[in-house]
């Protein structure tokens, strides 16, 4: 199997695509927050690899073409915040408040369990980009010198715990207003929670893709600063 996954260049996009189909079905028909295809087509690729005693190396070399979809499918997000540019212009200095106050938190909460846990320096910067998207957590993680693929599981496992707890979350705090749950959602889960986001409504998705863009800017020269402060 290993040596069919390296001789293909489709093998692994083929399994990785399937494995999605598959959580996306059992979440139609399940219809629950647990039930994420993110987090379910994850469970059955490793299933996967283990096994048929498949190298992970084997597997990305072939499923890597699929990454480079990543950037461009994030670009695509400005598309329903262009159709909500309006609302964007009257409530600009709440939203800019708002991302602001989300990055923070995200820092300031690795740094708080950092110090808690006793990490080393190397693990506390692989944890910094945890709440921006992959796309540019990867770059952030590498440049501070973390460990980039360590990176890449927590914003994944980040954006996914998002995307199930969101709407919970919002209704449990009695957070009502559109778009306050947008940029809660996009500030701390990403592209994943954005997904999620795009499901309670066109304006929480416009405001979370927004999120994605600021927090992510933000996050890039907030995580520089917090890497000197552990």
């Keep these: 199997m290993d040596n069919l996954i390296l001789s293909s260049a489709t093998v692994g996009i083929v399994i990785s695509l399937l494995a999605y189909e598959i959580g996306l079905a059992a979440q ?3 219809k629950l927050a647990v039930l994420n295809p ?3 087509s994850i469970i059955l690729v490793i299933a996967f690899l283990v096994v048929f005693h498949v190298d992970y190396e084997s597997y990305n070399m072939s499923a890597k073409y699929l990454s480079y979809l990543l950037t461009p499918a994030t670009v ?3 598309i329903p915040l262009y159709l909500q540019l309006d609302l964007l212009k009257k ?3 709440a939203i800019l408040v708002g991302v602001f106050s989300g990055v923070l938190a995200s820092l300031g909460t690795v740094l708080a ?3 808690v846990f006793g990490l080393n320096h190397k ?3 692989t944890m910094l980009p945890k709440s921006i998207t992959t796309a540019i957590g990867m770059g952030v993680s590498e440049e501070l010198g973390g460990y980039v693929t360590i990176s890449v599981a927590v914003i994944i496992i980040t954006g996914v715990l998002g995307n199930m707890a969101a709407e919970f979350i919002c209704k449990l705090f009695r957070i009502k207003s559109p778009i306050s749950r947008g940029l809660a959602i996009g ?3 990403h592209a994943v929670g954005t997904a999620r986001a795009m499901e309670l409504g066109e304006v929480e998705g416009a405001m979370s893709s927004l999120a994605i863009v600021v927090c992510g800017l933000c996050t890039v020269i907030g995580a520089s ?3 000197y402060l552990w």
Aim: glycine share 4%; proline share 0%; with cysteine.
């Design 28 to 30: 139609r028909k399940g």
């Design 38 to 40: 993110l987090l379910i």
């Design 76 to 78: 695509c997000l400005a």
């Design 91 to 93: 409530n600009i200095v």
């Design 113 to 115: 369990m950092s110090v």
């Design 123 to 125: 693990e506390y910067v």
């Design 187 to 189: 500030t701390s889960s």
């Design 225 to 227: 600063i917090f890497s």
